[in-house]
Structures are given as C-alpha cells and as structure tokens.
C-alpha cells in the first residue's frame, strides 16, 4: 500500500509571511494528490489537488508542486491571514482512480497576529 | 450543496456493546468511505464501498464491519466496542469511482468507548 509522510506536525508564521507544507508519498504509481484544511471543530474540506500529469497548480494565495520524480509535493500558502489557522493534511490515491486515499499525519499551522 | 450527516456527534459506549454509526449522503455518490482520526495519526480508512452492498477494507479493518444497503446511506458496526476504538470517526463521500473526486466529509462522530 501507500505510505505518506508530512512535516512538519506544527507550524507558526507572523501574518503576512509565507508557508510550506510538504509530503512524500512511497508507490510510485500514485497519480492523485489532494490537501484538506480542518479548522477546529470542523469537518475537513478540500482545498487544492494536483494530478501527476502536472508539475504546479495555483489557486490564488495557495499552490501546489509536484516532483513525481522524488515523489514529493509541497503545499504553499503566500500572505497567510489568522484564518489560514488550521491542520492541513495531505493525501495520496495509488488506486488509479479508485479515490482511495493515504492520508498524511496533518500539519497544524498557526498564523500569528 | 453536498450534505453528508451522520447520526451523532458524541456517543459513550460501555465495552463489549455493539455500536452502529449511521452516514447518510443526499447528492447520489457512488462512493462512500469511513476514516477513523486521531491526533498524530492523521485519518486512516477503515471500509469503503463503490456500490450498493459492495465493501472493501480499507488500512485498518479489524473490529470493524460495515453496510451499504442503500446508495445513499454507508453504516460502520463495532461488533464488540473495545477502549481502544474510542476516537473521532468520519464518513465521507465521493462522486464517481471510475475519477479521483473531492470527498465530502460528515461533521464527525466522537466515540467514547468505557
């Protein structure tokens, strides 16, 4: 099976400043990567995801990269806000699209004021 | 909108009792899953279906069953509850097997087994 690993497990940036999460995942036959954000007391909910075919995807203050060749991708957050407070978990489906996916072990990130 | 409910936020069980956690999805998704999360160990998958009375183990099965008599509606059975199930536990939901798709997690079940 898959294996996915995350650091760091705690995170604290000032506001305004950068942050970058990153995962490597074990089967190289992965293809599909997603990141889900959990504020407390909340259900997790996706917030970007990256197909193997691609290298980077940006949605606004949050990107995402792949190097499928190291079998690692990172989650960056630019200009991060109080509300960007949260744990971040990445994620990794081997199954060819069967959606079965190998969480990582989270990331909690608090921004500070 | 998606909407995936499940049956209780908080549930107390005395060990050995059997324990049925109920997920129900509104927007017809082939697939649902349940996880199990607790701290430092991220979420881990415990059964998952594709189909209606279709199941598959997911990473950690054992003490675990589940059925899916309905499309919408993915239960998780404790046959006999044990301390060591006591945690936070999610179902999800997603479109369509044959894609990777979004999952749509439920607010979470938080078991506590005495």
């Known amino acids: 099976g898959e294996n996915v690993e995350q650091h760091p497990s705690t995170l604290s940036v000032q506001e305004g400043d950068s942050a970058v999460i990153k995962c490597t995942y074990s089967d190289s036959a992965s293809n599909y990567f997603p990141w889900y954000k959990q504020e407390l007391g909340k259900r997790p909910q996706l917030i970007i995801d990256?197909?193997?075919?691609?290298g980077e995807k940006k949605d606004q203050r949050i990107a995402v990269t792949l190097n499928k060749t190291a079998k690692h991708f990172s989650l960056h957050i630019t200009e991060t806000q109080p509300e960007d407070s949260a744990v971040y978990f990445c994620a990794a489906d081997y199954t060819g699209g069967g959606n079965k996916l190998t969480f990582g072990t989270g990331t909690q990130l608090k921004v500070e004021l | 909108d998606v909407k995936v409910t499940q049956s209780s936020r908080y549930l107390v069980k005395r060990t050995g009792e059997k324990v049925f956690l109920e997920c129900v999805q509104d927007?017809?998704?082939?697939?649902m899953f349940w996880y199990r999360q607790d701290p430092g160990l991220g979420l881990r998958l415990i059964y998952f279906?594709?189909?209606?009375?279709?199941?598959e183990k997911g990473d950690i099965p054992e003490g675990y069953s589940v059925s899916r008599e309905k499309k919408e509606r993915f239960s998780l059975i404790l046959e006999s509850a044990s301390t060591n199930q006591t945690s936070m536990y999610l179902c999800?939901?997603?479109?369509?097997?044959?894609?990777?798709?979004?999952?749509?997690f439920g607010p979470g079940t938080r078991l506590t087994v005495t």
């Open positions: 279906s594709y189909d209606v009375k279709m199941k």
């Open positions: 990256i197909r193997s075919n691609v």
């Open positions: 999800a939901s997603s479109l369509d097997r044959g894609r990777n798709d979004e999952q749509y």
């Open positions: 927007m017809d998704h082939e697939n």
